[in-house]
């Protein structure tokens, strides 16, 4: 994981050109710890002109890094944080956040890190394309969802959802919670179709 054009610490390991915003603090997460157990997540980052990747760890940890594919379909830029806490109100239990990403004008997908964090109860995000409304069943209850909540800690998951054609997403929170979304790439070159839920609860 190391490039070789990086500034390297002693043990070789990486400290230079990890994402900052304007601010100078890094502004995008892939996967937030938790010391009672292991995490993981769907990675989806570019590689330099080597083929080589940098990950970054805030704490001590170990990781494990499972690759098993390459696309040169994603137009990545630079990461676009939405962050509810910067104005301090949560976003309300059945109410729905509204992110615009004008990368994805025309109803392109949309790919980021989708986080919650500070969230009241349990519960669930689900993520889609605004003018499509909230995904529902034939019965009439939500279908979808892209993250489950807890109040111990902040979750977070790959955020993979179609933008309408103004470039929106929208994101509905069963209750209350603050969310972080995290977008740098979009690409056409997924199929989107109506969800297909297989639960073995059922």
Not at 25 to 50: F, M, W
Not at 69 to 80: L, R
Not at 191 to 202: A, E, S, V
Request: proline share 4%; with cysteine.
């Amino acid at each position: 994981m190391r490039h070789d054009g990086c500034d390297v610490d002693a043990l070789g390991y990486s400290v230079v050109g990890i994402p900052r915003g304007s601010d100078g603090k890094i502004n995008k997460s892939d996967l937030n710890l938790s010391t009672s157990r292991d995490v993981s997540n769907r990675l989806i980052v570019p590689a330099d002109v080597d083929g080589d990747i940098c990950i970054f760890s805030l704490v001590d940890t170990h990781i494990v890094v499972d690759v098993f594919g390459a696309t040169d379909d994603i137009t990545i830029f630079p990461n676009q944080r939405t962050d509810t806490r910067d104005a301090g109100v949560p976003v309300p239990g059945g109410s729905t956040l509204t992110v615009n990403v004008p990368d994805a004008t025309g109803g392109k997908t949309v790919v980021g890190q989708l986080t919650a964090t500070q969230s009241s109860g349990g519960g669930f995000l689900t993520a889609f394309a605004c003018d499509d409304g909230i995904p529902r069943g034939s019965d009439g209850k939500i279908n979808k969802s892209d993250l489950n909540l807890s109040t111990s800690r902040d979750i977070s998951n790959r955020l993979i959802v179609p933008a309408d054609v103004d470039g929106d997403i929208c994101i509905f929170s069963w209750v209350d919670t603050h969310i972080v979304v995290d977008v740098f790439g979009v690409t056409d070159d997924i199929t989107i179709f109506p969800n297909q839920r297989t639960d073995t609860r059922g």
